[in-house]
């Protein structure tokens, strides 16, 4: 079946640093992929929709100058989390949407620790 | 605002039992409505999914019903194993705007031996 891989699956870093983390869609292309936050035991809050060649569309209240979305192909889009603080600690989670099954597929989430 | 309200909250069922889980929502734009299945620290996994031209999709233990006219649509699992135990998340989507998922707020199953 359709795979979405998500790197790395876990981060630290210092704060004040930049964190870069990748999202593929391995076999099938992907001109809309999605970008989620989770904190533990809750639901998935959508951050930004990043379409491949164009500007990410992003959500109420989510800084575009610190999660910056990059979609410069169809099967890569990357979340910059840029002067990382300690409260932008969480699992973040991509998605990928295969149009040929019109389906939504998840990566496997990558957990950003910032210390 | 909560676009897809899900209950409940959280589930005990026996192995062999079948687990319900419920959603309802308000915009009938609504095109899409997929369950996923999610394991501690691990993405979301996608189900079974059911657009609104169906009233009722299965696959294995797991049915999806749909009520068009009542906005609602439910999770059933039957046959619940202790493999089963998850929080499961339903949401909706809208062709038109995006295809962005709309989550509901998750129910944590737990499935007993």
Redesign the interface.
């Known amino acids: 079946g359709a795979v979405?891989s998500?790197h790395p699956s876990w981060v630290i870093c210092k704060s004040g640093t930049s964190v870069k983390i990748e999202c593929r869609s391995l076999d099938f292309q992907a001109t809309?992929m999605?970008w989620y936050r989770q904190f533990p035991?809750?639901?998935?809050m959508?951050m930004a929709?990043s379409n491949e060649g164009s500007k990410a569309?992003y959500e109420q209240g989510v800084e575009k100058d610190k999660f910056l979305i990059n979609h410069a192909s169809l099967t890569l889009s990357t979340l910059t989390v840029t002067s990382a603080h300690p409260e932008d600690s969480s699992?973040y989670?991509c998605?990928a949407?295969d149009r040929s099954v019109?389906?939504?597929?998840?990566?496997?989430?990558s957990?950003l620790t910032v210390v | 605002q909560q676009q897809v309200k899900q209950s409940p909250q959280s589930l005990i069922v026996q192995k062999g039992g079948i687990s319900i889980i419920n959603c309802a929502y308000e915009n009938t734009a609504f095109d899409y409505f997929p369950w996923y299945q999610q394991f501690p620290g691990k993405g979301p996994a996608l189900l079974i999914a059911i657009r609104p031209d169906v009233s009722e999709k299965k696959e294995g233990r797991f049915t999806i019903s749909f009520n068009k006219s009542a906005k609602q649509f439910s999770l059933h699992i039957m046959d619940s194993q202790p493999g089963d135990s998850a929080t499961y998340f339903c949401a909706a989507s809208n062709s038109n705007s995006g295809y962005a998922l709309n989550f509901g707020k998750g129910t944590s199953l737990l499935v007993t031996p």
Do not use: D, N
């Open positions: 979405v998500q809309t999605f035991k809750q639901s998935l959508l929709t569309t699992f989670i998605s949407r019109h389906t939504i597929y998840f990566g496997e989430g957990w």
